[in-house]
Nanobody, 129 residues
Framework: QVQLVESGGGLVQPGGSLRLSCAAS????????IGWFRQAPGPEREGISC????????VYAGSVKGRFTISRDNAKNTVYLQMNNLKPEDSAVYYC??????????????????????WGEGILVTVSS
């Protein structure tokens, strides 16, 4: 089955850390642009970190820059989002996406595009004391 599956979410206290994983099955992530998006109740899904398949550059939304890190492990066919110093406003459903077209990281993260080749089903992150 061709899919992306997120894991690693849950409840964490403010200031804590989580590492989200996005495992691909049925295809290899090597040549795909990767993005992590999140959606809180109400607002539109926003791109928070993306990794280009053109030059491996990365981009982060201003709200997470310096706290979140995107990485890829091709051997495990998995993408990660390390989230440190979490804040209540980081609470959201987090989604990973992969697309085989050539994307620069900034463009990929700049808007929500439902037509990406693959979207995960999302995983909930709640930051609360």
């Amino acid at each position: 089955q061709v899919q992306l599956v997120e894991s690693g979410g849950g409840l964490v206290q403010p200031g804590g850390s989580l590492r989200l994983s996005c495992a691909a099955s049925g295809f290899t992530l090597d040549d795909y642009a990767i993005g992590w998006f999140r959606q809180a109740p109400g607002p539109e899904r926003e791109g928070i970190s993306c990794l280009s398949n053109m030059d491996n550059s990365t981009v982060y939304a201003g709200s997470v820059k310096g706290r979140f890190t995107i990485s890829r492990d091709n051997a495990k066919n998995t993408v990660y989002l390390q989230m440190n110093n979490l804040k209540p406003e980081d609470s959201a459903v987090y989604y990973c996406a992969a697309d085989g077209a050539e994307w620069d990281a900034t463009t990929m993260c700049s808007f929500y595009y439902s037509g990406m080749d693959y979207w995960g089903e999302g995983i909930l992150v709640t930051v609360s004391s």
